[in-house]
């Protein structure tokens, strides 16, 4: 009896400890964001997905505004999720004439920028003598941008170029008075949610 009990107990401290290693497991974006959050779902795909991250100490901000570098790294990892699904980026890592910093090379950005440069997601503007990659940027920015992926991947026409008429209904996020505002600060969560919608449209499998 005293050897059944023993057992037992044994089972439930094993039992309690991987329940505590579980919790413990759990990713930050569980642990920093309301699991309520009207986002939760987009946000956690994307990030499963590895197309978003949090910060060095282990927590999302979802209400922090997005950095450039961010951006521009969120959108490599992206066009690396559908090429990994087996859709390229048409003239992604070609050959192409190189392009240079000019004093932020080493920034952990820019390596990301360049590629969107070279696929002609971003436009080929003169690099100014220091880029700032750490501004924090507006919406329209990010919309910008996915009408060139999505230009690039031939989902839309270039007869779609302005961001309001090919995103306005389908992959940016309203606000309460039922605009965009595409020239306010663009928060993380809104990012991820955007990618998230950009992604469907994309390739809608993953």
Same mark, same amino acid.
């Given at each position: 009896?005293?050897?059944? +009990?023993?057992?037992?107990?044994?089972?439930? =401290?094993? &039992?309690?400890? !991987?329940?505590a290693?579980?919790?413990?497991?759990?990713?930050?974006?569980?642990?920093?964001?309301?699991?309520?959050?009207p986002?939760?779902?987009?946000?956690?795909?994307?990030?499963?997905?590895?197309?978003?991250?949090?910060?060095?100490d282990?927590?999302?901000?979802p209400?922090e505004i =997005?950095?450039?570098? @961010?951006l521009? +790294?969120? !959108?490599?990892?992206?066009?690396?999720?559908?090429?990994?699904?087996?859709?390229? &980026?048409?003239?992604?890592y070609?050959?192409?004439?190189?392009t240079?910093g000019?004093?932020?090379?080493?920034?952990w950005?820019?390596?990301?920028?360049e590629?969107?440069?070279?696929?002609f997601? +971003?436009?080929?503007?003169?690099v100014?003598?220091?880029?700032?990659?750490?501004?924090?940027?507006k919406?329209?920015?990010?919309?910008?941008?996915a009408v060139?992926?999505?230009?690039?991947?031939g =989902?839309?026409?270039?007869?779609?170029?302005?961001?309001?008429?090919?995103?306005?209904? @389908?992959?940016?996020v309203?606000?309460?008075?039922?605009?965009?505002?595409?020239?306010?600060?663009?928060?993380?969560?809104?990012?991820?949610v955007?990618?998230?919608?950009?992604?469907?449209?994309?390739?809608?499998? &993953?």
């Amino acid at each position: 009896m005293r050897t059944a +009990v023993l057992s037992l107990s044994l089972a439930l =401290v094993a &039992l309690m400890a !991987f329940a505590a290693g579980a919790a413990w497991g759990q990713d930050y974006i569980t642990e920093t964001v309301d699991p309520l959050a009207p986002y939760m779902l987009e946000l956690e795909r994307v990030y499963e997905l590895g197309i978003i991250e949090g910060y060095m100490d282990n927590t999302f901000r979802p209400h922090e505004i =997005v950095e450039r570098a @961010e951006l521009y +790294v969120a !959108f490599n990892r992206l066009i690396d999720v559908v090429r990994m699904n087996g859709t390229e &980026l048409p003239g992604d890592y070609e050959p192409h004439l190189a392009t240079y910093g000019r004093g932020v090379r080493d920034h952990w950005g820019m390596e990301a920028w360049e590629r969107l440069l070279k696929t002609f997601c +971003v436009e080929k503007r003169p690099v100014p003598l220091v880029r700032n990659l750490d501004a924090k940027i507006k919406r329209i920015e990010f919309a910008e941008l996915a009408v060139a992926v999505l230009r690039g991947y031939g =989902v839309i026409p270039y007869s779609l170029a302005p961001a309001e008429v090919a995103l306005d209904d @389908e992959i940016m996020v309203k606000q309460a008075d039922g605009k965009v505002h595409y020239q306010e600060a663009m928060p993380r969560w809104e990012m991820a949610v955007a990618l998230s919608r950009l992604l469907d449209r994309i390739d809608p499998t &993953l």
